[in-house]
């Protein structure tokens, strides 16, 4: 496994590029529903949409040598608490009990349960709002392969 802290002190803090395709798919839809009449559908579209764009400036995932931080940017020197669970959004590799991508091929959801929050293991969901193949390659990297990994080409 990748997980170990030998090759942990070899790697390079990646952070993924910001993607705009979730929140852009979400205010075309959005549009599309307004045209149509379909205006409860556009109103929430829309303004998920517009906060997705929005958080695609601020949210960086941060992949350290030996654990994964969620960060605002402007405070990436700052420990920034969880507001549901409370603690930091720092998270260890080792501590990772899953992860998925949802689709690999159109990424738009993120999911990773890790044993360090709660022992029975938390859950975490987080829209990809970042470069859906780099998300994916650096997770396999330091998580190890999803239960539903695509194979190596």
């Excluded at 979730?22 to 829309?46: D, H, M, Q």
């Excluded at 764009?53 to 990436?76: M, N, S, Y």
């Excluded at 990424?107 to 293991?121: A, D, N, R």
Aim: charged share 20%; with cysteine; hydrophobic share 40%.
């Amino acid at each position: 496994s990748s997980k170990g802290s030998s090759t942990a002190t070899r790697r390079q803090t990646v952070v993924p590029e910001p993607s705009f395709n979730v929140p852009l798919g979400l205010l075309a839809i959005a549009g599309f529903s307004a045209y149509e009449g379909v205006t409860p559908l556009a109103v929430v579209a829309g303004l998920l949409g517009a906060l997705l764009t929005f958080q695609a400036t601020r949210v960086k995932f941060q992949f350290e040598p030996d654990a994964l931080e969620v960060v605002i940017a402007g405070k990436e020197n700052q420990e920034t608490e969880n507001a549901f669970v409370g603690g930091r959004n720092r998270w260890r590799y080792d501590t990772f009990i899953n992860w998925e991508l949802w689709w690999p091929g159109f990424p738009i959801l993120v999911y990773f349960k890790e044993s360090q929050t709660k022992p029975e293991g938390q859950i975490h969901f987080f829209p990809v709002i970042f470069n859906g193949k780099q998300l994916y390659d650096v997770m396999v990297e330091r998580c190890g392969s999803s239960v539903n990994s695509l194979p190596k080409q």
